[in-house]
DNA sequence: CGGGACGTTGACTCAAATCAATAACCGTGG
DNA sequence: CCACGGTTATTGATTTGAGTCAACGTCCCG
C-alpha cells in the first residue's frame, strides 16, 4: 500500500517529460481509468489513492509514431483514434479505429518499438500508464491486471472483428458491417447507435474496408438508395437496422455441403440493379 | 507461496474434468509454460513448483467451439491448431493458425463465452490454464502475469498481420505475404525457415487470405513459376527469399502526394505475363 | 480569389469470382 | 487386390465487380 504510493509518484515524476508539457493530471486516478474500461473495480479505496497520468491530443495530432520506443500504453478516456501503419510505398494501412475504453499500445507488450502509428481524428485523451510501472502495477493493485487483460482481450476481439470486414467479397457488405459495428459500439459509449458523425474520412474508411475511397463513396449511395440508411457526408443515420444486419450477413460462397441459397447480397444486389430511384427495400421478409 | 501450492491443486482438481479423461499432467509445471512462450522466467523454483494441466487434442479434433463457455485459455504447446468462425450461411472464416507458444482463447477473457472456435490441424498439445485461476495465477506468479500479458500482444500481433494479409490488392501478393510470415513463425520455432509442410489445405488458405480457393491454387503456381517458391501440394520451399519479400511489398495505389514508381507487383505480373516457362527473375536488381 | 482537401460520379479495364471439368489421392469395403 | 465414393488440388472458360483514371462540385482556409 505504502509501495502503492511511491510507486504512482514515481510514475508521474518519469512521464512528466514524455507528455511534452501537455497534459498535466487533474487528480485522476487508477480508479478513473478502471472505470472508463469498464472492468469490475475491486478495492475501489485502493484504485482511487494511485495517480494516473493523462495526455490531451487535438485532432490531428499523433500519439506514438511507429517504431517508436514502446514507453507506455494508453486508454482512450475521451474521443477517437486511428491506428495505422505506413508501408514502404507510403500507403496508409488502418488497423482499427479506437474508442473510449480501450487500451491503445497494447500490441507493443510484446516488443521492444511499438509496431504501429496511433494518431487522433478528433480532441481526445487518454490515461498513460508507462511501461514499467503496467509489471509493478499488475502486482499490487489487482484491478488494474484484470483491466488489462480485458482491455487487451477486447483489443484482440476488434482487430478479428476488422478480419470479418475485410472478409466480406462485396464493398458495399463490407461497409455495412462496418457500420453496424460501429454502431454497437457507439451504442456502448453511451451514444445514439441510429445516428451518428462519422469521426474519419472516405480515405481512411477505404483502407480499413480494403477498397478504393470511390468505392466507398458509391457503396454509401449504393445502401442508401436500398433504402437501409442515411448519408450526408459524415453524418450517418440507419433507417433499417434489420435490414442492415441481415444485408450484412452477406458472405461468399458458402463452405460445400452446405446447400443453402444464393447470398442474400448478390440477390438483392441483382434486384435492385434494375431499380431507378431509392425504393422501398423489402429484405428476405 | 503456500497459497501457490494450494491454488494449483485445485487447479488440477477443477479441470479433470474438462479435459474429458484425455490429458492427464505428466509432471508438466508452470516453469515449462512459460518456456515454451519466451517470456522471461523471474523465479524459475517457484514456477517449477506450481503444476500445470495439459490436454492432447489429435488432427481435426476441436479444442473450443464457438460459443461455447469460456473456461480456460490455450498456450500451444506443440503442433498447429486453426482460429475460425462459421456464419449464418456455414461460411467458414479462417482468423488465424497458432503454432507452439501462442495463447488461444485470449480473446475470450472479455467475455463469457469463446468468439471462436479452434481445432487442431495436427496432432496436438497445450497447457490449459483454467479462467478462474487465471486471475489468482496473475498475481501468485508475477512471472505469468508477464508471460500472459507478451502472449496477448503477440495474439494481437498476428492478428493485425493478418490484416496486413487481406489488405494487399492481388492474390499472388497475398500469399507471398503469407508465406513470408509463416516463414519467420516456422524460423522462431526453430524449424527451416525456408522448406516446410502446410498444415492446412488450399480451401482454408483461401479463406485466410480472403480470396476463392481456385486463386489459391493459381497463385501458387503464379510464384513457382516466377521462380520465387516450388510447390508440391502441401510441400513448400522458398527459393529466392529476397525476391519473395521485394514481392510482398506490392501494395495497393500509394497514398497520394507520395510518387513513387507503380507498385512492384503489377509490373512484375505485367513482365512476367509474356514468358512461358520458369524463368529466372530478376526484380528491381 | 485561388489552392487544396474532400467527396461524388462516370467510363474503361482487368483481376478475381464463379462455374465446370479433370486428375490425384485416400480410406473403406467388397 | 481393385472398385468405389469422397475429398482435395489444378486448370480452363466466362462474367462481373472493383480498381483505376478522370472530371467535377463543394467546402474551407490562407
Redesign the pocket.
Known amino acids: 500500500m505504502n509501495n502503492t504510493l511511491q510507486l504512482a509518484e514515481q510514475s508521474v515524476r518519469t512521464t512528466l517529460g514524455q507528455t511534452q508539457g501537455q497534459g498535466r493530471s487533474p487528480g485522476l486516478t487508477m480508479l478513473d481509468l478502471l472505470q472508463v474500461t469498464g472492468a469490475p473495480v475491486g478495492d475501489a479505496h485502493q484504485a482511487a489513492q494511485v495517480p494516473v497520468l493523462t495526455r490531451r491530443v487535438h485532432a490531428g495530432e499523433s500519439l506514438v509514431h511507429e517504431g517508436s520506443p514502446a514507453e507506455a500504453i494508453f486508454f482512450v478516456c475521451a474521443g477517437t483514434f486511428k491506428v495505422f501503419c505506413t508501408d514502404v510505398n507510403g500507403y496508409e494501412q488502418i488497423l482499427s479505429f479506437a474508442l473510449r475504453g480501450e487500451v491503445l499500445g497494447f500490441d507493443a507488450l510484446c516488443m521492444e518499438s511499438h509496431p504501429t502509428a496511433i494518431t487522433a481524428l478528433e480532441d481526445s485523451s487518454v490515461f498513460v500508464v508507462l511501461r514499467n510501472d503496467v509489471f509493478h502495477l499488475s502486482q499490487v493493485v489487482p484491478a488494474f491486471s484484470q483491466a488489462l487483460q480485458r482491455a487487451g482481450s477486447l483489443s484482440l476481439v476488434r482487430s478479428r472483428d476488422q478480419v470479418g470486414l475485410m472478409a466480406?467479397?462485396?464493398?458495399?457488405?463490407?461497409l455495412a458491417r462496418f457500420l453496424i459495428q460501429l454502431s454497437q459500439r457507439m451504442a456502448h459509449c453511451g451514444q445514439s447507435p441510429r445516428r451518428f458523425h462519422?469521426r474519419?474520412?472516405?480515405?481512411?474508411?477505404?483502407s480499413l474496408l480494403?477498397?478504393?475511397?470511390?468505392?466507398?463513396?458509391?457503396?454509401?449511395?449504393a445502401l442508401a438508395s436500398w433504402g437501409l440508411i442515411e448519408?450526408?457526408?459524415?453524418e450517418v443515420e440507419i433507417r433499417d437496422m434489420d435490414g442492415l444486419q441481415a444485408f450484412a450477413r452477406s458472405t461468399?460462397?458458402p463452405a460445400?455441403?452446405i446447400h443453402a441459397e444464393?447470398?442474400v447480397g448478390?440477390v438483392m444486389?441483382?434486384s435492385m440493379?434494375g431499380r431507378r430511384q431509392g425504393a422501398v427495400l423489402r429484405l428476405a421478409a
Open positions: 466480406a467479397v462485396a464493398s458495399e457488405v463490407r462519422l474519419m474520412g472516405r480515405r481512411e474508411l477505404a480494403g477498397v478504393a475511397h470511390e468505392t466507398v463513396s458509391r457503396s454509401f449511395t448519408v450526408s457526408d459524415r461468399r460462397r460445400e455441403g444464393r447470398s448478390k444486389r441483382r440493379a
